[in-house]
T-cell receptor, first 116, second 111 residues
Framework: DAGVIQSPRHEVTEMGQEVTLRCKPI?????LFWYRQTMMRGLELLIY????????DSGMPEDRFSAKMPNASFSTLKIQPSEPRDSAVYFC??????????????FGAGSRLTVL | DAKTTQPTSMDCAEGRAANLPCNHS???????VYWYRQIHSQGPQYIIH???NNETNEMASLIITEDRKSSTLILPHATLRDTAVYYC????????????FGKGTHLIIQP
């Protein structure tokens, strides 16, 4: 099992540019999560999907951020236009949701975004 | 989800047991206690979880007090690779609706 795969691992872009981060969850998992980590705010949940459907996007900072999950094996997080304050490490995680009780999240290695 | 209190940082000598405390006095009856850790520049990693009983796996042991208001994660023989930030996370859905990470404890294993 290759785990949760994120790309790119590092992205440097200029303010105003569009940024697309990608995530491939573990095969068979039915829930996917996008997190953002900064020194100031720590790990924040941005949005999560169940069975490819967005369930809660209340953590998405503003309309510049959007996320999609067109199928069970792929998700994107897009920032358009990007701003320097979007610089952070973005993590994707997945789990097999089995209802009430214990679910274990598996995280990817993260995408480090720097907006100049 | 219940709020947690963890020490900001802790030191432990290599080879000794590392005991990381967590206070979660407002935990509700259906909330599990999860422990994750984050090694520098990596994604968070699941360690262990429990509801009422003590739990042990290949990575660690989890001791939960009888009133469930606090717990202790034990790494029995700490190695330098255990240096990381450790997060204690009470959660009723087990993360199915996402986990809320606090500031955690920065554990530093000293050679």
């Amino acid at each position: 099992d290759a785990g949760v795969i994120q790309s790119p691992r590092h992205e440097v872009t200029e303010m105003g540019q569009e940024v697309t981060l990608r995530c491939k969850p573990i095969s068979g998992h039915n829930s996917l999560f996008w997190y953002r980590q900064t020194m100031m705010r720590g790990l924040e949940l941005l949005i999560y999907f169940n069975n490819n459907v967005p369930i809660d996007d209340s953590g998405m900072p503003e309309d510049r951020f959007s996320a999609k999950m067109p199928n069970a094996s792929f998700s994107t997080l897009k920032i358009q236009p990007s701003e320097p304050r979007d610089s952070a490490v973005y993590f994707c995680a997945s789990t097999l949701r089995v209802g009430a009780g214990a679910n274990v999240l598996t995280f990817g290695a993260g995408s480090r975004l720097t907006v100049l | 989800d219940a709020k947690t209190t963890q020490p900001t940082s802790m030191d432990c000598a290599e080879g000794r047991a590392a005991n990381l405390p967590c206070n979660h006095s407002t935990i509700s009856g259906n909330e599990y206690v999860y422990w994750y850790r984050q090694i520098h520049s990596q994604g968070p990693q699941y360690i262990i979880h429990g509801l009422k009983n003590n739990e042990t796996n290949e990575m660690a042991s989890l001791i939960i007090t009888e009133d469930r208001k606090s717990s202790t994660l034990i790494l029995p023989h700490a190695t330098l690779r255990d240096t990381a930030v450790y997060y204690c996370i009470p959660n009723s859905g087990g993360g199915a609706d996402g986990l809320t990470f606090g500031k955690g404890t920065h554990l530093i294993i000293q050679p």
